[in-house]
């Protein structure tokens, strides 16, 4: 038997919102360390890397969420198999901390050093992303959505989110031009799943006037 998704939703948002103070936590502890009498203009530019994995990492965390919120609004029953594959989208998620750690002290490293953090950071990124699809295509399958969502609406969120992994692949690949480049490719990934598209929150005016008119 199907039941109410506002549990799910509930636990999920005490996971992001988790996952999102441990890495603040994360950047309080690796603050720039002011050895053998640094200044601290030259620690704070020497810790870039904790700081820059910090921010693409808390764009990615965050940009997840806002996804998550949005798909979600249009569930409203929930059965076992959803319950399994939204644990999964949280498994990865938990990990991101993890993972943005190993990225921000070996980005200096070595040319394998570098590769095989950034392959780790992209399998917590992509996993999370295959499993937001299978996440919606099973809640369509299993007749989980709300039945009034237009069937065109859901394909075209269906579409929006399969992109997300091969887009992820796309930015991995950048790491064997240049590690930086990878990073800043996750950052711009991040800034065009934040524009508006299928399924997202439109602006509050614009539902207002919706509901004027109707």
Known sequence: MARDAARVE???DGVFGVVL?????ELLQTGPARVGGRELPEALA???????????TFGIAGQVWIAHHNIWRYVVR??????????????????????ADLLSDNLRGSATEQ?????????????EAIFVNLS?????????LHADLDPRLARAIARRIRLKPLLYLVAFATVFVNPILSLCAYLLL???Y????PGDLRPYAHRAEEASAT
């Open 10 to 12: 509930t636990f999920s």
């Open 21 to 25: 103070t441990v890495m603040a936590v």
């Open 46 to 56: 020497d810790a870039w890397p904790s700081y820059l994995a910090y921010v693409i």
């Open 78 to 99: 929930v059965d076992q198999m959803l319950l399994v594959l939204n644990l999964l989208v949280l498994l990865f998620i938990a990990t991101i901390p993890f993972t």
């Open 115 to 127: 590769r095989l953090t950034a392959a780790l950071y992209l399998g917590t990124v992509l996993g």
């Open 136 to 144: 919606w295509w099973w809640a369509r399958r299993a007749g989980l």
């Open 190 to 192: 991040v800034a065009f």
């Open 194 to 197: 934040l524009i508006g598209g």
